[in-house]
């Protein structure tokens, strides 16, 4: 019968041993990155546990699962992808100030209530408040007069001499 040498078998077992050893070591590292990947992704404990398992159990297998059902996008992605949108979305609205001392104003103000600046005044048919430019009242189509401009009545009164 033929007989393995002691030497061939001892080298084996080394080989096996360091063989072994790596897979150790790269199965700790894939359940450390696992970790570290899902808590950049999830806040949500039980989806945490559930990745980790997931690649305790089945190795590489698992973490090839735990790469396809992960969340695309990391915490601060989506963070900063909001924070986008609602800069975006503050910088679209239309913003009121005053003219005079141009503090922030709300669109429903008829006058600032700072300083006291008219910004807005009421139509006389409907009551709803109009821009100071505004001719006509876009709800009621009453048209609307200046308030500087003397009426036509009082430029019709004849003048004493």
Excluded at 42 to 54: E, F, M
Aim: charged share 15%; hydrophobic share 50%; with cysteine.
């Amino acid at each position: 019968m033929f007989t393995i040498p002691q030497t061939v078998v001892a080298a084996l077992e080394a080989i096996l041993i360091i063989l072994g050893a790596y897979f150790v070591f790269f199965w700790f590292g894939l359940i450390v990155w696992t970790f570290q990947d899902i808590r950049r992704r999830s806040n949500d404990w039980l989806v945490r546990i559930i990745a980790i398992l997931l690649v305790l159990v089945f190795h590489v297998a698992g973490l090839i699962v735990y790469l396809i059902i992960r969340p695309q996008e990391t915490l601060a992605s989506v963070y900063n992808r909001q924070i986008e949108e609602e800069a975006l979305m503050q910088s679209m609205e239309e913003k009121l100030v005053c003219p005079q001392c141009h503090r922030p104003a709300q669109a429903d103000f008829a006058v600032c209530p700072y300083c006291g600046e008219q910004l807005k005044r009421a139509c006389e048919s409907c009551g709803r408040l109009l821009a100071l430019n505004w001719t006509v009242c876009p709800y009621c189509a009453t048209p609307v007069q200046k308030e500087n401009a003397p009426l036509a009545t009082e430029l019709a009164e004849p003048v004493s001499a």
